[in-house]
T-cell receptor
Framework: SAVISQKPSRDICQRGTSLTIQCQVD?????MFWYRQQPGQSLTLIAT?????????ESGFVIDKFPISRPNLTFSTLTVSNMSPEDSSIYLC???????????FGPGTRLLVL | GQQLNQSPQSMFIQEGEDVSMNCTSS?????WLWYKQDPGEGPVLLIA?????ELTSNGRLTAQFGITRKDSFLNISASIPSDVGIYFC????????????FGTGTRLQVTL
């Protein structure tokens, strides 16, 4: 399985500010995914990021709020813009496994917005 | 978005007991995955199921892909304290570009 790291691991932010989360993979992958996990909840897909194309967002998530970059096959960023307390969550990136039928997750970024 | 129905929501068991949890969907999936999430960590893949009816084991864990392709279960035998965590099922339909739909999770507590 791929080794995935995320930065920062946690942060406390003021409302109205933005935070960019980085996801680094130790091997080249085609597809990267960003999920949100609200406190005590399951995981919800925010968007799918492919290198060289615009990210594809799920219903309820928009590019202005969650801009994503995918500059190469091992790296992606997710920005949480104009944050409010409702954005307090764990944000996780994941990548496809070699068969494309499994996904491996990073350790997550724990965000608290005051 | 859609979530899979996972039950039970939580379980309190004694060390050494067997555990069973299941996941149901109104939609069919081509792949079922089971993950475990420890506090402060990302989900870790436990078992992947690729074929209807498939029964797969990973140590003390056994999972099955339902014949209807709309359900899956996970069994843990002889539970130990490190089994504590949240277990999530996830379904994937090949036509949805690897997108996973996650279950609501089962929180497992193991007492000595």
């Amino acid at each position: 399985s791929a080794v995935i790291s995320q930065k920062p691991s946690r942060d406390i932010c003021q409302r109205g500010t933005s935070l960019t989360i980085q996801c680094q993979v130790d091997s080249q992958v085609t597809m990267m995914f960003w999920y949100r996990q609200q406190p005590g909840q399951s995981l919800t897909l925010i968007a799918t990021a492919n290198q060289g194309s615009e990210a594809t967002y799920e219903s309820g998530f928009v590019i202005d709020k969650f801009p994503i970059s995918r500059p190469n096959l091992t790296f992606s960023t997710l920005t949480v813009s104009n944050m409010s307390p409702e954005d307090s969550s764990i944000y996780l990136c994941s990548v496809d496994g070699p068969r494309g039928e499994t996904q491996y997750f990073g350790p997550g970024t724990r965000l608290l917005v005051l | 978005g859609q979530q899979l129905n996972q039950s039970p929501q939580s379980m309190f068991i004694q060390e050494g007991e067997d555990v069973s949890m299941n996941c149901t969907s109104s939609s069919i999936f081509n792949t079922w995955l089971w993950y475990k999430q420890d506090p402060g960590e990302g989900p870790v893949l436990l078992i992947a199921l690729y074929k209807a009816g498939e029964l797969t084991s990973n140590g003390r864990l056994t999972a099955q892909f339902g014949i209807t392709r709309k359900d899956s279960f996970l069994n843990i035998s002889a539970s130990i304290p490190s089994d504590v965590g949240i277990y999530f099922c996830a379904g994937q339909y090949t036509g949805t570009a690897s997108k996973l739909t996650f279950g609501t999770g089962t929180r497992l507590q193991v007492t000595l």
